[in-house]
């Protein structure tokens, strides 16, 4: 499988122009040129950086200049730094992975559709001078399994807007069920061969999400560790979530992957293992198709003890390595993952070494 150079090592940047409350103050100052300087010192090659549509574009699709100067910022704040930068289209008009935004249409709209092309091409005249630093992500997390046909082909066709204006600048896509890695394998064929396929991976969910408020039924207060087997995971979650049958079947759906390729124990401690199952499907696709493969998003939630989070770390990074796959964990700071944020203090040090 090709790697995807210049881009093994890197932190999300996420809540600085996306997943915010769009403000003046946020974007000045929630990230500043001295954490790029910290995720270098770190030992990153990259970062990636989710937009929303509302950064560089008005309700009525006008385009904001202060907005696509701000991204020429960051360009400059990497290239200062030696670090390569994924732009990341986290929203666009009409959709977006978090039902809470109450973006909708952009599936079925055309003129949504032709309005993502469009800002697309701007993104490819403005910055496609970058293309030996800077790589573009198309759309962050694509929900539904039935969108998947749909999905292929509007990326196909602004993968093509965008060629006309940049020929060869790295672009990257990604499947349904949140980029799921089960998704991979239903992507379109590479467009060319500057197409990189994308997932993130919060694998087991009960322990990356325990106490995470946007998850229904999940309790606020639930504490659970790493590693924990895949039986004992699955017990837990169907008792915590108090949702059995919806539980059952993500739990279904994660073993019949890992079975497909032989015998695994279910009770004994997950480790490196159940990763390399987890993502074979996905790295199997992208060595057929000649395709790198990158993890865009992977990390776990502040309420974890912090022991727990290296180890998961530690053992999801040994399949990254093992495979050639670039990755970005989520998140640098705040977001409920905070790398940088006063609990990781005491570990930082050590987690680094498993980006």
Known sequence: MRKFEGFEKGVNFGGWYSQCDNSEERYNNFITEKDFETVAAWGADHVRIPVDYNLVETKEGEYK??????????????????????????????????????????????????????????FAERFGKYKDMLAFELLNEVTDESLSDIWNDISNK????????????KILVGGYWNNSAMSVKDLAMPYDENIVYTFHSYDPTIFTHQGAYWIKEMPLDFR???????????KISNETLNKGDA?????????????KYGEYDMDKPLDYEFFERLFMEAIQTAEERNVPLYCGEYGVIDRADTE????????????????????????????????????????????????
Not at 158 to 169: E, H, S
Not at 224 to 234: G, K, L, Q, V, W
Not at 247 to 259: P, R
Request: proline share 2%.
């Open 224 to 234: 659970t560790e790493y590693p924990h087997t895949f039986n004992e995971y699955r």
């Open 65 to 122: 200049e202060n907005g696509f100067a701000r991204i020429e910022t960051a360009i400059n704040y990497c290239k200062k730094n030696n670090l390569n930068m994924i732009l990341d289209l986290h929203k666009t008009f009409g959709y977006s992975f978090d039902e809470g935004e109450k973006e909708s249409g952009f599936f079925e709209n055309e003129k949504y559709q032709e309005r993502f092309y469009r800002l697309w091409e701007q």
């Open 308 to 355: 727990s989070t290296v180890k998961w770390y530690k053992e999801i990074n040994k399949v990254f390595r093992k495979y050639n796959i670039g990755r970005c964990a989520w998140n640098f700071r705040e977001k409920d993952f905070g790398l940088s944020d006063e609990h990781m203090k005491p570990v930082i040090d050590e987690l680094v070494k498993y980006l």
């Open 247 to 259: 539980s059952f079947d993500y739990f279904s759906e994660l073993e019949n992957n890992i079975l």
């Open 158 to 169: 602004c993968i093509k807007r965008i060629r006309a204006i940049v020929p060869d600048i």
